[in-house]
């Protein structure tokens, strides 16, 4: 099973920090920056979060500057497999976009648009609909089976 991080990070309107793939997963779709453990290394999901922040959005970050807000399993997710993602987000806001990179182009996307952009279908339902709702400050779990994707059967 892979491990990796989702980075939701907001400007001071609230709109989120997103990221047009122009590689799988999710080519040509918005995303939040983020990206696989250095397992090898033990890095655990924080350091990779500030890892992840620093190396695509130059973004300097401590642990503490983020909280953790889902932990979500996918098996088998197309063209990763099996996976485990920690969803964090940044407390302090940002109001620079990054430059571009070799994954892609940034752009803020205001919170009242999310559920109309170019999102995977599937991560609007169940990932965006978790995030935007999550307003207790209490960690939420998804568990889900990809095998028939794009159907996702919770569970």
């Given amino acids: 099973m892979k ?14 920090l997103l990221l047009e793939r122009v590689k799988n997963p999710n080519k040509g779709l918005l995303s939040p920056p983020g990206g696989k453990l250095d397992a090898h290394l033990a890095e655990s999901p924080i350091e990779c979060a500030v890892r992840e922040a620093s ?13 953790l807000l889902g932990i979500m399993t996918e098996k088998e997710f197309p063209h990763i497999g099996d996976i485990m993602v920690f969803l964090f987000e940044f407390k302090k806001k940002v109001n ?20 109309t ?39």
Avoid: Q
């Fill in 3 to 16: 491990l990796a991080t989702l980075l939701y990070i907001r400007n001071e309107n609230g709109d989120y």
């Fill in 96 to 115: 620079e976009v990054p430059p571009d990179f070799h994954e892609g182009k940034f752009r803020f996307i205001p919170e009242s648009e999310i559920m």
């Fill in 117 to 155: 952009s170019n999102i995977p279908e599937t991560d609007k339902m169940f990932i965006w609909s978790s995030i935007l709702k999550e307003k207790t400050g209490e960690v939420f779990f998804l568990n889900m089976d990809c095998t028939n994707y794009p159907e996702i059967i919770l569970r």
């Fill in 55 to 67: 190396e695509e959005c130059g973004i300097v970050s401590a642990n503490t500057d983020w909280r």
